[in-house]
Each structure stands twice: as C-alpha cells, then as structure tokens.
C-alpha cells in the first residue's frame, strides 16, 4: 500500500483505505495531541484552520489536546464564504479546495461517530445519576486495589539484588535514608525531594539522613531531561552514569574519531 509522506492524520490511505474500507473500522478516530500545529508533519505549509479541515475531511472526529476552535470555525467559514473560490485565494500545490474547508457534511459525520460513542457508553442515557451510588462505586477498595496491582504491573523493574525491594518497615528499621530528587529545575527538585522525605518518614521506621555516605539505602528519582516534551533543550543531554564510556573527538557529521572502550579505531 502506497501512502504519502505525511502523518497519519492526513493521511487517506492510512485512515480510509487501511482503517476503515480494509478493516472495517466503524469508531471514531482520535489524532494525537498536536497536530494542527507542532506535529503538522508532512503539512507544514498549510495554515492552521487548513491543517484542521484537512485531518477532519481525511477522516479524523476528534483533534485530541490542542483543537483551536476559532481556526476550526475559520475552516468552516472558508468553505461558506468562499475563500478559494469568489475570493481567489491561491489553493496551495497539491491539494484541492475541497480538501481545506469544513462542511455540514463533515462536520456531522465527525461530531456523530464522537456522539455515538458516548451514548453507547451511557454518558448521556440519564443526566441525573445518583450521587451516593457514585461515591460508593468509586470508593470500592475492590477497585482501588485493583487499579494499584495494574500500576505495579505496569513498572519494569530492572534489578532487584537479594530482593531488596519492595522496602518496609522491617527493613529500615534502625537505618539510614537518604532520599534525593533531580530535575532540571533545581527549585522543583527540591520541593519534590522534600514531599517524598515527609511521604517516606510517615510510612517507615528509619532515619533520614543529609549524608549518603553514611546511608544504608539511597532512593533517588532521576529525571535526564532539560524540560517538558516540546519545551526541552534540543540535541543531545549529558549524563554521567558510566565510566570509561564516552565518545570522543566528534566531527561535524557527528562521527566518532576514537572510542574509550580501551580500543582505537582505525
């Protein structure tokens, strides 16, 4: 199957002949977070209400995370108005106007696949629910067990020597903690190290201690990034975990002229 170089939210073969004609895919189709503007990939040249038609009219109902309404009713207001027909606006190469505008049509076929989905779930059936049936269902220990086993399953652990975790009571007691959190905020990491001490002292017998020298256990949480996903720092970050493992002398390219494994490369 052939599909163009863009990303499956405008992509036609992927959502319509893959998903729904081969399939037979019925359900509504939710994008990623982003797509209308720093994950436009493949689009980059459309504007945003352009970008926003295009994933609808390809077959997305719902633009997760960073729909912008008023460029959605843009979109739709384009395709009432005219705007690459009476008005002239150029239709960029390689599409049609159709193709960059919302419709009725769309609009319904998207908003009624989201809709079906919900009633189906019983969102809707019956707006006035029973307050005290709710807060007894959600307040099962049955389920709150059940949703911390999941999480736990959910955890790979790496290395477990002489079954040293999970720790409790039996094994602090009469030892020496220390607890550090690091990020690349030292404010933020700071506060967090300080909740997780209050969080540790509340559950266990142990003493906390300021010197890791002198610990018995040492429980750290280690966040290697320089910020939130689109907001971090680009290329690559240091992180001195190993010795005796670091590339050196990289030229432009990023090619390595010599490698510390206690090898040269000739």
Known sequence: MEMEPVGFAFNRAFIQGLLREK???????????G?????????EE???????????????????????????????????????????????????????????????RAVTRTLKEKFELGMFDNPYRDPEEAEQVVATKKHWEDAYRVHQQSVVLLKNREGLIPLDAEKTAGRKVYVE????????????????????A????????????????AILFIRPSSGEYFHSTK???????????????????????????????E
């Open 23 to 33: 399939m037979g895919f019925e359900g509504y189709v939710n994008s990623d977070s």
């Open 35 to 43: 797509i209308s503007n720093k994950m436009a990939w493949g689009v």
């Open 46 to 108: 459309l504007d945003v209400p352009s970008r926003i038609a295009l994933a609808v009219n390809t077959g997305v109902d719902i633009i997760s995370g960073s729909l912008d309404v008023f460029s959605a009713r843009e979109a739709y207001e384009r395709g009432r108005n005219g705007y690459y027909t009476t008005q002239g606006h150029p239709v960029p190469r390689g599409y049609r106007a159709s193709d960059l505008v919302l419709t009725d049509e769309a609009l319904t």
């Open 181 to 200: 959190c690091f990020g690349c905020e030292a404010e933020a990491a700071a506060k967090e190290t300080e909740a997780v001490k209050r969080s540790f």
């Open 202 to 217: 509340e559950r266990f017998q142990a003493e906390l201690t300021e010197d890791y020298r002198e610990a018995d256990f």
């Open 235 to 265: 290329g690559y970050l240091e992180l001195d975990i190993c010795e005796n493992k670091q590339v050196r002398d990289v030229d432009s390219e990023g090619n390595y002229y010599e490698l510390d494994f206690g090898l040269t490369l």
